[in-house]
């Protein structure tokens, strides 16, 4: 039962002032029988005004607004530490039923989870569906975890890992033509690999650690990273986690800070500028994972620049997105990436 420490700061930086407008957070890790959060902290500068709301699949959202003021610089720095508590994949308990492939889904789940088994990207001549058959072998029958666990290891065994700067995430068709990807195109293209099997799945975002670096000396996880897998719905055992960055099942090694239908809506930071194009000159990301940690920062209240804690942890992440209105004063909208690029396949 490792106790993780996370350290996540997130910061913008502007040629001139701008006017700052709303962001929201998909900041604090979902607290749960397998994730017991300790504590958590915000601090955001320059001073921002705090509300919270859960969105559509029950994720915890912080919207931050700011006043009139001018800055040249925006930051957000959380931080918080969790008891992690990962199943064990081999004693994951699927029931009897849809313990082998293929099973349907029972008549009480299916309505919630429909949404969630559609193909979301196109696949007009059924590439993804054949990459995903061909593990059924001639039978076309088998154990429904072996077949997942095999799809899992495959993807690390035969995609070569590949940081991306680029907005947003490739489709499934391009991850499968490039044979490489991002640790959310490798998420991404064994969500829509798995509904084309029947399985109801969806993106998660959040941390990434080292469990076998926890005794190290010094305490430090493999240096901490954001990153993005997937989850698939199995009668018995629920959502199950599936890394295929690093071939990782039953939530080991895994944070879990957003879930969502698609991988669009797990964007963990967003919000605006007014300014012209050339006035955003860049962010940076810093995230840090130790063992354990010092309990600090204790409190449920928004701390801004001027005071004030919260009980919210900043999932930031390496992508940036900007919108540009041809007006003569543009609204920009930037996008902190996607919660993927700094991981590392193992």
């Known amino acids: 039962m490792p106790t993780i420490s996370v350290l996540h700061k997130t910061t913008y930086r502007y040629a001139k002032p701008v006017r700052l407008g709303e962001h929201r957070l998909m900041c604090r890790p979902r607290d749960s029988h397998d994730l017991r959060l300790i504590n958590t902290a915000l601090t955001i500068t320059p001073q921002a005004q705090m509300r919270w709301m859960h969105d559509a699949f029950a994720n915890s959202i912080a919207v931050a607004s700011f006043g009139e003021e001018l800055a040249t610089e925006l930051s957000f720095e959380s931080s918080f530490i969790a008891e992690h508590y990962p199943s064990d994949p081999g004693h994951i308990e699927i029931d009897s039923y849809a313990s082998v492939y293929p099973f349907h889904y029972s008549f009480e789940e ?4 429909v949404r969630t ?7 007009p001549q059924r590439k993804v569906d054949q990459w995903a058959r061909g593990f059924l072998g001639d039978s076309r029958t088998c154990d429904t975890m072996e077949l997942l666990m095999k799809m899992n290891r495959a993807i690390k065994d035969q995609f070569p890992y590949a940081r991306r700067e680029e907005v947003g995430t490739q ?11 991002s640790c959310r195109d490798f998420a991404l293209f064994m969500m829509e690999a798995v509904r084309s099997l029947g399985f109801a799945a ?12 926890l005794a190290a ?23 199950v986690e599936f890394d295929p960055t690093n071939a990782l099942a039953g939530g080991r090694n895994l944070i879990r800070v957003a879930v969502a239908r698609d991988a ?22 810093d995230v840090t994972v130790t063992a354990g940690g010092v309990q600090q920062n204790q409190g449920n209240q928004v701390q801004n620049q001027n ?9 930031s992440q390496n992508q940036i997105q900007s919108q540009t209105q041809n007006q003569s004063q543009n609204q920009i909208q ?9 991981a590392r396949s193992r």
């Open 171 to 181: 489709t499934p068709l391009e991850t499968l033509q490039k044979q490489s990807g």
């Open 334 to 342: 930037t996008q902190t990436q996607n919660p993927v690029q700094s």
């Open 202 to 213: 969806r993106f998660v975002s959040g941390y990434l650690y080292d469990e076998e670096l």
């Open 264 to 285: 669009a809506q797990a964007a963990p930071l967003t919000g605006s500028f007014t300014g012209a194009t050339a006035d955003f000159l860049g962010m940076t990301v």
């Open 307 to 315: 005071q004030a804690q919260s009980q919210i942890q900043s999932q």
């Open 117 to 123: 088994v559609e193909r979301h990207y196109p696949d």
């Open 110 to 113: 299916m309505p919630d989870l």
């Open 217 to 239: 000396e010094s305490g430090v996880v493999g240096g901490g990273a954001t990153h993005a897998w997937m989850q698939v719905f199995l009668p018995g055992a629920g959502w």
